[in-house]
């Protein structure tokens, strides 16, 4: 097989299972985010309204990052008047051109908003290189 | 215009094959359709924030998606059966030298007005913001209270 249909290969493997396997029942949500690099590292913003830290999980592995959360349900004695937006799971995932620092990883969840830095690792920095004269 | 996407959606940064990719999600769109049971719940008007509403005996409550927002920014106003949030929402500036590769949050203001079924007691509404959820509690105004009444024999 040659190099470019390999690759090829791979893309569409990686599309279709993008799309989560769901274990349970309910919608899955496509969170808006953010995502802005700096020479020493990235930082994805989502907008996760309604989850609690212990209801996120973040997942990097071989540079797929992914980002799982699920949102509970308002209590049951309620009659809906107005629906507009569902309890549900909100996924997302990314394929990261950069290496990163797994160990360095830093991730706040506050007011629906989560804020995930990714340190670039030092190899992948960029570097000024100096030109000498001679 | 703020919508919520629901999947499935493309979710890489590369697009391979788009045409598939659209037939795919056609074909759930149609398996959808004959399933039934997915009602298109999200808000199709794009209106933000989008807000539940719940009553139970003595209450309305109102919920509003609200990620990211300020408390202090928040305005809510009440006067019988109407309620009205408004407020801005302001994505801090990072620092200088970004570059973004995705800029997908919505800012700027909002303004949304609600009518409620029935009258509300506007002194006692309570307000709180977590997790980015605003959650209003409206009493029902006691005129707009059903009433027992006994059968007398």
Do not use: C
Request: no cysteine; aromatic share 6%.
């Amino acid at each position: 097989m040659s190099n470019e249909s390999r690759t090829d290969m791979q893309r569409v493997e990686q599309t279709l299972t993008s799309v989560p396997e769901q274990t349970r029942p309910g919608p899955v949500y496509m969170p808006a985010v953010d995502i802005f690099e700096t020479d020493g590292a990235i930082t994805v913003l989502a907008d996760m309204p309604g989850v609690k830290p212990d209801q996120l999980e973040i997942d990097l592995r071989e540079n797929v990052l992914t980002i799982t959360a699920r949102v509970t349900a308002a209590p049951a004695n309620e009659t809906d008047v107005l629906r507009e937006y569902d309890a549900g799971t909100f996924f997302r995932r990314f394929t990261l051109a950069e290496t990163i620092d797994q160990a360095k990883i830093d991730a706040k969840l506050a007011d629906g908003v989560l804020r995930l830095e990714l340190p670039k690792l030092e190899r992948a920095k960029p570097r000024q290189i100096t030109v000498r004269t001679g | 215009m703020i919508v919520r996407r629901a999947w499935p959606a493309r979710p890489t940064f590369d697009a391979p094959w788009p045409d598939f990719d659209q037939l795919r999600r056609d074909l759930l769109r149609t398996f959808d359709v004959f399933a039934g049971d997915r009602e298109q719940r999200t808000s199709p008007s794009g209106v933000f924030p989008p807000i539940n509403v719940t009553h139970d005996a003595d209450r309305f409550y109102v919920r509003a998606e609200l990620p990211g927002v300020v408390a202090s920014e928040l305005s809510i106003r009440a006067l019988q059966n109407r309620l009205s949030i408004s407020g801005k929402r302001e994505i801090p500036k990072e620092h200088e030298r970004v570059s973004y590769h995705r800029k997908e949050r919505p800012e700027g203001t909002f303004n949304r007005t609600l009518t409620l079924p029935m009258p509300i007691d506007a002194d006692r509404i309570d307000a709180r913001y977590a997790d980015g959820i605003l959650t209003l509690t409206l009493p029902k105004a006691e005129e707009a209270k059903p009433r027992q009444i006994a059968v007398k024999t």
